[in-house]
């Protein structure tokens, strides 16, 4: 059974490019959940989804990011006008079910943006 | 959301039980403890949960102390593979509980 996949794993735009952060789910995974490390800092929380549903984007910033987890195919994080700040990993997770605490959240090995 | 308090490092000797202390002393009563932990230029990777009583795992034990103010993570058999920044997370259950918040960890370093 794959774990869940991100791409890619390594993404470097300019200034001013858009950036776009592909997870697929575990399989029989309905719940994706995205997180950001920036350099030398802990996960953060950003946002989470089911599938044609944003559930919960409290973490997102308020400009330039989006996601999308459509019927069909991976969740999308979009990254428009990508600054020098916006340079981190980005991680994935997904869950079986609920969306709650005690539903485990399993990680992907997380795209790591390169702002140039 | 309980804040955690984790030393910044620790060593631990191949083969030895590595035991790693988090303390969360204004945890509630509707709150879980979890570990995670991240090897290097990895996503997380969940060990172990638990309310009030210990817990094991084929990874790790999970000890809570009967206050509920601090717990230890217990690898018993410690490896190389086993360093890694072990993070201890307090989330209740319920709305929201699923936006796992992760501190600085503690950066465990296996030696041979």
């Known amino acids: 059974n794959a774990g869940v996949m991100q791409n890619p794993r390594h993404l470097v735009r300019r200034r001013g490019q858009e950036a776009r952060l592909r997870c697929s789910p575990m399989k029989g995974h309905s719940h994706v959940y995205w997180y950001r490390q920036l350099p030398e800092e802990g996960l953060k929380f950003m946002v989470y989804?089911?599938?044609?549903?944003?559930?919960?984007e409290s973490g997102m910033p308020k400009e330039r990011f989006s996601a999308e987890f459509p019927k069909e195919g991976p969740s999308i994080l979009r990254i428009q006008q990508v600054v020098r700040g916006d340079s981190a990993a980005y991680f994935c997770a997904s869950s079986p079910r609920g969306g709650r605490a005690t539903d485990t959240q399993y990680f992907g090995p997380g795209t790591r943006l390169t702002v140039l | 959301d309980a804040k955690t308090t984790q030393p910044t490092s620790m060593d631990c000797a191949e083969g030895r039980a590595a035991n790693l202390p988090c303390n969360h002393s204004t945890i509630s009563g509707n709150e879980y403890v979890y570990w995670y932990r991240q090897i290097h230029s990895q996503g997380p990777q969940y060990i172990i949960h638990g309310l009030k009583n210990n817990e094991t795992n084929e990874m790790a034990s999970l000890i809570i102390t009967e206050d509920r103010k601090s717990s230890t993570l217990i690898l018993p058999h410690a490896t190389l593979r086993d360093t890694a920044v072990y993070y201890c997370i307090v989330s209740r259950e319920g709305a929201g509980s699923y936006q796992l918040t992760f501190g600085k960890g503690t950066k465990l370093s296996v030696i041979p």
């Open positions: 989804l089911q599938k044609e549903n944003i559930i919960d």
